[in-house]
């Protein structure tokens, strides 16, 4: 099993509607998550990290995380074409340095 | 204020030369760490530095491969002999001082290895 799995997508939704992200994980003692947006040949750019279980709004993003269920997922509101992107999803459990990444989520927004 | 920077952006080689990637943290940051991202895959962590220190090179080729963080200086990821399967995304990310490894890692905009 992986540690971090995300739907590879295609994630297509139109203008102007909600876009759901979700991202499950396997190590039971991560402590932080982050999701982070990459546009093609760019570099991983940080959108919202979360640490506590519930809900964390930031403008037309909500981070959601349920530690119990060993899932986080982000939210984005009012999709504009330029969310268009992978979006990926990262955990840092707390025995190293690192960030163990999901594979991403590509996101379409269609106008 | 300027972010993580890296250098070069582009780097192209023939299998067997040497590859030199540096990467400076942004300022205050004493935490480096290096990721590699292959074609179409996702990031996988390589190897976390501070100062003069090597923390996890857990995600390490074994050979060929070496990173370090001198006291002056970037860092360096040096790849020695490379060949057609290291072309790749090499991105480095630094954390702050303070908080240590449970820190936000802020991304420089990576160096595109290519090997002829």
């Known amino acids: 099993q992986k540690e971090v799995e995300q739907n590879s997508g295609p994630l297509s939704v139109p203008e102007g509607a909600i876009a759901s992200l979700n991202c499950t994980y396997s190590?039971?003692?991560?402590?932080?998550f982050f999701w982070y947006r990459q546009y093609s040949g760019k570099s991983p750019e940080l959108i919202m990290s979360?640490?506590?279980?519930g809900d964390k709004e930031d403008g037309r993003f909500t981070a959601q995380l349920n530690k119990a269920s060993q899932y986080v997922s982000l939210l984005i509101r009012d999709s504009q074409p330029s969310d268009s992107a992978t979006y990926l999803c990262?955990?840092?459990?707390?025995?190293?340095?690192?960030?163990?990444f999901g594979q991403g989520t590509t996101l379409q927004v269609k106008p | 204020n300027a972010g993580v920077m890296q250098n070069p952006r582009h780097l192209v080689r023939r299998r067997g030369q040497e590859a030199r990637l540096r990467c400076s943290p942004m300022?205050?940051?004493?935490?480096v760490y290096w990721y590699r991202q292959l074609p179409e895959e996702g990031l996988k962590f390589m190897v976390y530095?501070?100062?003069?220190?090597?923390?996890?090179e857990s995600g390490m080729p074994k050979e060929r491969f070496s990173a370090e963080f001198p006291k002056e200086g970037p860092s360096i990821l040096r790849i020695q002999q490379v060949v057609r399967g290291d072309s790749a995304a090499y991105f480095c990310?630094?954390?702050?001082?303070?908080?240590?490894?449970?820190?936000?890692?802020?991304f420089g905009p990576g160096t595109r290895l290519l090997v002829l």
């Open positions: 990262a955990l840092w459990s707390g025995n190293t340095g690192k960030l163990i």
């Open positions: 979360i640490y506590s279980n």
């Open positions: 190590d039971r003692v991560s402590q932080s």
């Open positions: 530095l501070q100062k003069e220190n090597i923390i996890d």
């Open positions: 300022k205050g940051h004493s935490h």
């Open positions: 990310a630094s954390s702050p001082e303070t908080g240590g490894a449970g820190e936000t890692q802020y």
